[in-house]
């Protein structure tokens, strides 16, 4: 199954790309990632294609820390509505359970176990993947980044007591003693941050208790990512028709794979892509008519149509009546079910 993540994961990548002498767009073309999600961080992308991206361009620049540059710049930010309650936490601690409690809203095949004894808590990264193991910068990039949102939450002042990698150790190593404030150990057994189980009572200045109730329940609301092979195409085809770029063809580079691949599946799970484009757009087009200084040739753009006159007989189709009609509030009792799409 395609594990997907928020493209916010790659908003530094274009910056932290030129830095090494590698041009952005080139690299996402490569590893056929939609130039698009750079600029629209919540749009759902393959895990898989991200990693190709991250070993491909520490190999061809040079760059073996490639992974630590883009945790560098990145932030809270990064993460959405996960970050966002992860900032509002009363306690570090608090704002630790909160991020590996929610993380898999962001990254859905990440997961971070915390331990503690008396003195030291663990945290431990898992990314999921086909290899017993994930690819080297993709460590180096989720694990930077779970350094970096601690160390915000303390206002800089914070080290970690220990780290562990996985993998053996790179030229440099300083660089990541540098970049950790602390021990860097490799050819470990697991990749872990360690700190001190003290830290964990360290109080949030900035935390809002209120702000961060009412955030909690409304990510517990959305929390749930999709499972199912079907699933997950519906949820890329909701947020590519949001942004007026939805083909079957860019479904697949989302999902990091090929358009015969997308039919294949969904026709094993007794459905098929027109049967979800079509599902959407009926939820889509809803919404948008309702702006009435809205001009209805640029919502056919936006939802695909051939022309206006192609959206206006799938409506009456799918609706049983014309959008006109609709927007005077004269609907049918029930809508035909479908009427294919255009």
């Given at each position: 199954?395609?594990?997907?993540?928020?493209s916010a994961?790659?908003?530094?990548?274009?910056d932290?790309?030129?830095?090494?002498?590698?041009?952005p767009?080139?690299?996402m073309?490569k590893?056929?990632?939609?130039l698009?999600c750079?600029?629209q961080?919540?749009?759902p992308?393959?895990?898989?294609?991200?990693?190709?991206l991250?070993?491909l361009?520490?190999k061809a620049?040079?760059?073996?820390?490639?992974g630590?540059?883009?945790a560098?710049?990145?932030?809270l930010?990064?993460?959405?509505?996960?970050g966002?309650?992860?900032?509002?936490?009363?306690?570090v601690?608090?704002?630790i359970e909160a991020?590996?409690?929610?993380?898999?809203?962001?990254?859905?095949?990440?997961r971070?176990d915390v331990?503690?004894?008396?003195?030291?808590?663990?945290?431990?990264?898992?990314?999921?993947g086909?290899?017993?193991?994930a690819?080297r910068?993709?460590?180096?990039m989720?694990?930077?980044?779970?350094?970096?949102?601690?160390?915000?939450?303390?206002g800089?002042?914070?080290r970690?007591?220990e780290?562990?990698l996985?993998y053996?150790?790179?030229?440099?190593?300083?660089r990541?003693?540098?970049?950790f404030?602390c021990?860097?150990?490799f050819?470990a057994?697991?990749?872990?941050?360690l700190?001190?189980?003290?830290?964990?009572?360290?109080r949030?200045p900035?935390a809002?208790?209120?702000?961060?109730?009412?955030?909690?329940?409304?990510i517990e609301?959305?929390?749930s990512r999709?499972?199912?092979?079907?699933?997950?195409v519906?949820?890329v085809v909701?947020?590519?028709?949001?942004?007026?770029?939805c083909t079957?063809?860019?479904v697949?580079?989302h999902l990091?794979c090929?358009r015969?691949t997308?039919?294949?599946?969904?026709a094993?799970s007794?459905t098929?892509?027109?049967?979800?484009?079509?599902?959407q757009?009926?939820?889509l087009?809803?919404e948008?008519i309702?702006?009435?200084t809205?001009?209805l040739a640029d919502?056919?753009?936006?939802?695909?149509?051939?022309?206006?006159?192609?959206?206006?007989?799938?409506?009456?189709g799918r609706?049983?009546?014309?959008?006109t009609?609709?927007?005077?509030?004269?609907?049918?009792?029930?809508a035909p079910?479908?009427a294919?799409?255009?």
């Open positions: 199954m395609t594990d997907l993540i928020r994961g790659l908003s530094c990548y274009p932290v790309a030129r830095s090494v002498g590698l041009d767009s080139q690299m073309r590893v056929r990632l939609p698009a750079l600029d961080p919540d749009i992308i393959a895990v898989t294609g991200l990693r190709r991250l070993e361009s520490a620049s040079g760059a073996e820390d490639f630590l540059r883009l560098e710049r990145g932030g930010t990064n993460f959405g509505a996960v966002l309650i992860v900032r509002e936490q009363a306690t601690g608090e704002a991020f590996s409690r929610f993380i898999h809203i962001h990254h859905d095949g990440m971070l331990t503690r004894d008396e003195r030291t808590v663990t945290i431990t990264l898992h990314l999921r086909r290899q017993p193991r690819p910068q993709s460590i180096d989720a694990l930077g980044s779970v350094q970096r949102i601690i160390q915000s939450l303390f800089g002042d914070w970690p007591l780290v562990h996985h053996p150790p790179p030229h440099d190593r300083k990541y003693r540098d970049f404030g021990r860097v150990s050819n057994d697991d990749d872990a941050i700190l001190s189980a003290h830290d964990m009572q360290r949030i900035s809002h208790p209120l702000i961060a109730n009412y955030l909690r329940k409304r609301a959305i929390e999709p499972a199912s092979w079907e699933a997950k519906d949820e909701r947020s590519l028709l949001a942004s007026g770029d079957v063809e860019r697949a580079e990091a090929t015969r997308i039919h294949r599946r969904l094993a007794g098929s892509f027109s049967a979800i484009l079509d599902a757009r009926a939820d087009v809803v948008l309702e702006d009435h809205r001009p919502i056919a753009v936006q939802l695909g149509f051939s022309a206006q006159s192609a959206m206006a007989r799938w409506f009456r609706f049983g009546c014309t959008i009609d609709w927007r005077k509030g004269v609907r049918p009792r029930s079910p479908s294919g799409a255009a």
